[in-house]
């Protein structure tokens, strides 16, 4: 039985997912990652143990199956973080996360000077702390002798292919996120390499996402125990990746990731920055011609928690946390919608309106009633900007909230779907894969080869009006929206 191992690569955790070409999946096996945090601020990892839990799950993957019957190697992987490498693709530092802060000064300058308005209109991207671009030039000023001993600055992606097969290849999903690729000529930018005091002869080659980045190296067959050469799948970010999984491609399709952090990721088939809301970057599909504006709300997955563990803890003494969370949504089945007049402000941290009227119950429900709108806002900006959206898919430990779902279908009108389906940037790169070795002919005969568990939820109509007139007391406190 042919079969397809995909890699996919977190910011904590590595894990391979085995699918045979039935699209069954076969295995599935994980290793954690460290951070570590050198200064405050620094949020950092050790490459080699990136490189060294790669291989561990590879060896685990391809002994778990037919070795002979593996037919490619496909790549998801986390985008924003950096690796500073020698010419020859050796790391000459620590991998820097995408949740580092070290460059937020600089990042605060290039916002008052214009810089970064400049820069999303060239890249996609405003930039961020802890993407690659503002680090590099944190690097140049800051750390000048690991700037001068780096040649090649890397993502995740590329870094891990070059372990896997010699090549130094790319492509737009994760090199996009460098901040460093032109939206005009979809490779990497003169202008902002230069500005960076990069020499671009040096950035990996910049490649589909479906392409054979080409064979496992000798050294990585030898230690994987296969005996014929086998096809590296150049892959993509996981977000991508998992939007393929999902069918989110046509424009106004949407996937919500709601589990820490909240972004939300809807499909487009034009890249002019100006029918982007200023809120959102925009990023490369895997697929051709298509992008993804995404916007990050906020760590709205830490409120929740915070909310249980720490104040319903607090009143509901043993419990253990299921026990917490299954009272907590009891509680908000009760409420009333509207919350009887509590409104929770996301964005601020906290409630408004409250007093003896309100129960626990109340609360609870203002609180992910605030989460909802957070959503919604983003929403209707992509709407005034010639954007309504069609459809959104939820992922993440949110979505599995017995009421969330629910109240964004009815609050936005539209319908939501989720999936059980828990490995879906590693289902993503299988994808790309079958593309890759000829064993689908589209994108859509890919995605139907692979069956899930899926749940679809439609607005109630009665209830909609109802969140149109909360929705006027939620912008009272968020002026700006």
């Excluded at 997912?17 to 620094?42: M, R, W």
């Excluded at 214009?114 to 999303?120: A, F, P």
């Excluded at 908000?332 to 409250?354: E, V």
């Excluded at 936005?412 to 828990?422: C, E």
Aim: glycine residues 8%; contains cysteine; negative net charge.
């Amino acid at each position: 039985m042919k079969t397809i191992i995909s890699l996919d690569i977190g910011t904590t955790v590595v894990k391979t997912v085995a699918f045979s070409l039935l699209g069954e999946e076969l295995s599935v096996f994980e290793q954690p990652l460290s951070l570590l945090y050198p200064q405050d601020g620094y949020v950092e990892q050790n490459p080699q143990e990136l490189l060294r839990a790669c291989e561990v799950v590879l060896k685990n993957a391809f002994d778990s199956v037919d070795k002979d019957e593996i037919s490619a190697l496909s790549m998801s992987t986390q985008g924003g973080s950096l690796v500073p490498a020698d010419v020859n693709g050796i790391a000459t530092g620590n991998l820097v996360t995408w949740m580092d802060a070290r460059a937020e000064d600089l990042v605060e300058t290039w916002d008052k000077t214009g810089v970064s308005e400049q820069l999303r209109q060239d890249c996609g991207w405003k930039p961020q702390a802890g993407l690659p671009l503002p680090l590099i030039h944190w690097f140049k000023k800051y750390d000048q002798e690991l700037y001068k001993r780096t040649i090649r600055w890397m993502s995740v992606n590329d870094f891990v292919v070059h372990h896997l097969t010699g090549e130094f290849v790319s492509n737009l999903s994760c090199a996009s996120e460098m901040l460093l690729v032109d939206l005009a000529t979809d490779n990497w930018s003169d202008a902002i390499s230069s500005m960076a005091g990069i020499d671009k002869s040096f950035l990996s080659d910049i490649r589909e996402s479906t392409c054979i980045v080409g064979p496992l190296c000798d050294e990585m067959m030898t230690y994987l125990g296969i005996r014929k050469m086998l096809p590296v799948i150049n892959g993509g970010q996981d977000h991508s990746c998992e939007a393929l999984a999902l069918g989110v491609k046509e424009k106004g399709m949407g996937m919500l990731a709601c589990g820490t952090a909240w972004v939300l990721n809807v499909a487009l088939h034009d890249k002019n920055m100006d029918l982007v809301p200023d809120t959102m970057d925009l990023n490369y599909h895997v697929i051709p011609d298509t992008y993804i504006a995404s916007e990050f709300l906020g760590c709205y997955g830490k409120h929740i928690e915070w909310w249980v563990s720490e104040i319903a803890g607090g009143l509901v003494a043993g419990c253990d946390r299921d026990a917490l969370y299954k009272k907590f949504n009891n509680r908000i089945k009760k409420a009333k919608l509207g919350s009887a007049g509590a409104i929770y402000d996301a964005r601020g941290g906290r409630f408004l309106g409250i007093g003896p009227a309100q129960d626990f119950g109340d609360l609870s429900r203002a609180l992910i009633e605030g989460l909802v709108y957070q959503v919604y806002y983003s929403v209707n900006r992509l709407a005034n900007m010639g954007v309504p959206l069609k459809e959104l898919w939820l992922i993440g430990g949110a979505s599995r909230n017995a009421l969330l779902p629910q109240m964004i279908a009815d609050s936005l009108g539209i319908t939501v779907r989720m999936t059980s389906y828990t490995h879906g940037p590693a289902l993503g790169a299988a994808m790309l894969a079958m593309l890759a070795t000829g064993e689908a002919t589209s994108f859509e005969e890919a995605r139907m080869r692979f069956k899930r568990d899926d749940l679809c939820l439609y607005p109630a109509a009665t209830k909609y009006g109802m969140y149109q007139r909360l929705y006027e007391k939620h912008k009272e406190i968020n002026k700006d929206e």
